[in-house]
């Protein structure tokens, strides 16, 4: 059997929510014995990808070496969980070590199940088949916009949950207002072929959202569900409630279906969902208390961004804290999340909300009209938010973040 190691904290996930945990635990307790298990060498600040799509980013900019992004003081161990033994206050790894720990944070991720679409994974990258939801696909998105002169254009959008909600439309967006402005976009059919029922899940975004796919000529096919793709003939099989639809393609952006790493669904911390199980306020576990989520992972129904999970570190941080003190949680997530809607080049709709779509703007309305286009927003986008991300939420500092108090329940 081999070694067994144990520290304080142990973090799963060295993602943009691991290591904000990890960073936010140690600007509050300097010298905190914190490992943190990833197997990757980079780190991607994925909202990025949407811009690289739409080129206005090179993907590059996106990327930074897992090593300079992990807080100073961590032990990285460089492989991935395998199984939870949460009873023992241990974690496996892959190479079969176990990982002891007295607090547990999880923080993997969500898993894109590329899988579930029927012969999608043979075809991405060619056929006109791409996805901003992949690096190395994101750049052939901006390809295909620039080469697409007339045809038909799909997006789709898979079933809850996914993270970031409104990529799948942003990136429709960005497209059309490129062949809008080489002005190709009248002899481009464009399709929205969503799986749910609504447009965007918060009704006040809706309206000026509206007003784009009036504008684009959008065909909105709601209830359309990707189920099959046939590359090289260029077709695309969608359930609906009425049985199955094909759609011929010349460009078609695909959103996976979106699950649980399915080391965490198997384990005893999964909830029904496969997700983390934990209070959707204090992110602790509901039934260990030594074990907290946060990030995409989680089974808290926010929206699932890289705001959210920005939100969510200090309050993780907080909790932790006590927990190792012997004390109750004290800190609260309100469910907030942010989709900074990208519906033009150079105009943004800025959804802030929390849980049951409470609006959350983060600016004054005078300064900021979430639920209007507007160009600040994408200054805020495009220049303000990747430098946070970069300089602030992966370095433990809390700009527009700190924790709150304990929300009654």
């Known amino acids: 059997m081999a070694a067994t190691h ?39 600040y ?33 492989q991935a969980a395998a199984t939870f033994q949460p009873d023992d206050n241990q974690v496996t790894l892959a190479d079969g070590s176990t990982l002891a720990y007295e607090v547990l944070v999880v923080a993997p991720g969500i898993r894109l199940a590329w899988e579930k679409i029927e012969g999608l994974e043979e075809t991405l990258g060619k056929n006109g088949v791409t996805s901003n939801y992949r690096y190395d696909l994101a750049p052939y998105t901006w390809e295909l916009v620039q080469k697409m002169r007339h045809g038909r254009a799909l997006f789709t959008q898979p079933p809850m949950p996914i993270k970031c909600a409104g990529a799948p439309q942003k990136a429709m967006y960005l497209s059309c207002d490129h ?69 011929d393609f010349d460009m078609l952006h695909v959103v996976p279906p979106q699950v649980a790493p399915q080391f965490l669904a198997d384990s005893p911390l999964a909830a029904e969902s496969g997700f983390t199980d934990v209070d959707q306020h204090t992110l602790q576990h509901v039934r260990y208390p030594n074990v907290f989520g946060l990030g995409d992972a989680g089974a808290m129904p926010n929206a699932k961004t890289a705001a959210a999970a920005r939100k969510q570190a200090p309050v993780v941080a907080v909790n932790v804290l006590q927990q190792l ?85």
């Open 6 to 44: 144990k520290h304080k904290v142990v973090v799963i996930g060295g993602g943009a929510a691991g290591i904000a945990a990890a960073s936010s635990l140690l600007s509050r307790r300097k010298g905190l014995d914190i490992a943190i298990v990833e197997p990757s060498d980079t780190h991607a």
């Open 46 to 78: 994925q909202p990025g990808w949407t811009m690289v799509g739409g080129g206005v980013f090179e993907p590059e900019v996106t990327v930074r070496p897992m090593e300079s992004v992990m807080p100073k003081g961590v032990t990285w161990l460089k």
């Open 179 to 247: 062949w809008s402005r080489r002005g190709v976009l009248g002899d481009i059919e464009v399709e929205f072929c969503n799986a749910g029922g609504v447009l965007f899940g918060v009704a006040d975004y809706v309206p000026a959202l509206m007003e784009y796919v009036g504008k684009y000529g959008i065909g909105l096919q709601l209830g359309n569900n990707l189920v099959a793709v046939d590359g090289p003939a260029q077709k695309a099989t969608f359930r609906t409630e009425d049985g199955e639809v094909t759609r």
């Open 325 to 409: 003190d012997d004390k109750g949680p004290r800190a609260g997530y309100d469910g907030y999340g942010s989709c900074p809607l990208t519906v033009e080049r150079g105009k943004i709709v800025l959804a802030e909300f929390g849980y049951g779509g409470k609006l959350m703007p983060s600016f004054p309305e005078w300064l900021v009209d979430g639920t209007k286009p507007q160009r600040l927003s994408w200054m805020l986008k495009a220049d303000f938010l990747p430098w946070l991300y970069w300089n602030g939420m992966l370095k433990g500092r809390e700009w527009l973040a700190g924790p709150g108090g304990l929300i009654a329940t």
